[in-house]
């Protein structure tokens, strides 16, 4: 055991000392998660994601309706922001500068061409570079246009039917406007969590270049092989097994160090949440043991260095595409999201979306098991196929 923890020490000292280490397991992946963050976190995150300017040239009683059930309800949830602008040439040159995504213009007359049943318009002006953002515009517009069409033939057809006279027209359309709508949207809990943007995006680097780090230590080993180095050592009075050993420890302390060092880090300096610390605890290193027992197999399919290297390359970037870790696979449903769990990249992740909905750390058992099946089978083979490697 002294001699696996030496050669384990020698190999860390070397990697810090060309600070390779530190740059795959530490700067890279903090500086990819922050950048993710920056740019995509407003789009899958909860904050404010369009922005709307609003012109009412009616003062009408519908118009005011359409800015406070409309807009304000929304706005009140985060959704959206809305400017409230004078007039409508104002809220289209905001639409065209790309200042917001669209602008709603309620004309004038709006309001009592909807109380006295005649045709009325309200106006939707989307930018052309915020697509998305106009589309969401005009689904609102259309929302509310739809509950006037459904008050204005409530009204209608109490008219007609001789339930009620047409002096009685604008009492029943305020009745009408206070009745529930048939149909409602809940906001439940769900069965399985989502992690936020800045969470996802942390975890998803750091599980992401573990398996860069992890490489290390076991590839360290061909390097030794070329260099001459490993014959020495295994002429001199040290077990083989010690000798493995070594390697293995070397990437699991260089993967359990830069997690922790990521976790405190985006925790610190980008907000993300990680949840129970038992619970992470058991995942990183679950997702550590898994990420060595891998690299190790490529590895001992390489001839040298090089290849190995590739060959690591390779797996890593394929596993960490379809474990979901730059964009979350699992919405996409069908095969790809069944297929995502033939990594421990979606279980790690599977795991800590547990975690954010408050869970303790028996919430990630299932996933901490799934992880360590990778871990047992591949490093059982990797265990197998470098006792054959490291021979005189």
């Known amino acids: ?3 696996a923890l030496l050669i384990a020490a020698k190999d860390l000292r070397q990697r810090l000392r060309d600070r390779s280490a530190i740059l795959v397991a530490i700067v890279v992946p903090l500086g990819l998660a922050f950048i993710f963050s920056l740019i ?3 789009i899958s995150g909860g904050s404010t994601v369009f922005e709307y300017a609003v012109a009412d040239e009616d003062g009408g009683a519908v118009a005011a309706a359409f800015a ?3 807009l304000s309800s929304i706005e009140d949830q985060g959704i959206i922001a809305v400017r409230r602008v004078g007039s409508a040439e104002e809220a289209s040159q905001l639409a065209a500068d790309g200042k917001v995504a669209a602008a709603f213009v309620v004309p004038p007359g709006f309001s009592q061409a909807v109380t006295s049943g005649r045709p009325a318009q309200l106006q939707v002006i989307g930018n052309v570079d915020q697509p998305i953002g106009a589309q969401v515009g005009r689904a609102i517009a259309e929302a509310f246009t739809a509950d006037l069409r459904a008050v204005r033939l409530a009204v209608a ?6 339930a009620a006279a047409e002096s009685d027209a604008p009492a029943l359309a305020e009745e009408a406007g206070r009745a529930p709508s048939p149909l409602a949207v809940e906001d439940i809990s769900a069965t399985r969590r989502e992690l936020d943007a800045d969470t996802f995006y942390a975890a998803g680097m750091a599980v992401f270049f573990l398996f860069f780090t992890v490489s290390f230590g076991v590839s360290s080993l061909l390097e030794e092989q070329n260099d001459g180095t490993l014959q020495r050592l295994l002429a001199a009075p040290v077990a083989r097994a010690s000798i493995l050993g070594g390697k293995l420890v070397t990437s699991f302390l260089l ?4 997690m922790t060092v990521l976790i405190v880090g985006t925790s610190v300096l980008m907000g993300a949440s990680w949840g129970d610390p038992v619970g992470v605890g058991l995942l990183v290193v ?3 043991l898994a990420a060595t027992g891998i690299m190790a197999v490529v590895a001992t399919l390489a001839r040298n260095v090089e290849q190995a290297g590739n ?5 890593a970037v394929t596993l960490g595409l379809l474990g979901g870790t730059f964009f979350p696979v699992a919405q996409a449903g069908g095969l790809i999201a069944t297929l995502s769990l033939a990594t421990p990249h979606a279980w790690f992740l599977r795991g800590l979306a547990d975690l954010s909905g408050g869970g303790s750390a028996a919430s990630v ?3 901490v098991g799934a992880i360590l099946v990778f871990a047992v089978v591949t490093g059982g083979l990797a265990l197998l196929r470098l006792g054959r490697l490291a021979r005189p």
């Open 157 to 162: 057809t109490a008219i007609h039917g001789g």
């Open 40 to 42: 995509l976190g407003g």
């Open 311 to 315: 060959l690591q390359a390779i797996i």
């Open 68 to 70: 406070r059930n409309a």
């Open 255 to 258: 993967g359990v160090v830069s």
């Open 286 to 288: 679950a997702g550590v």
């Open 1 to 3: 055991m002294r001699a």
């Open 365 to 367: 058992l299932p996933a």
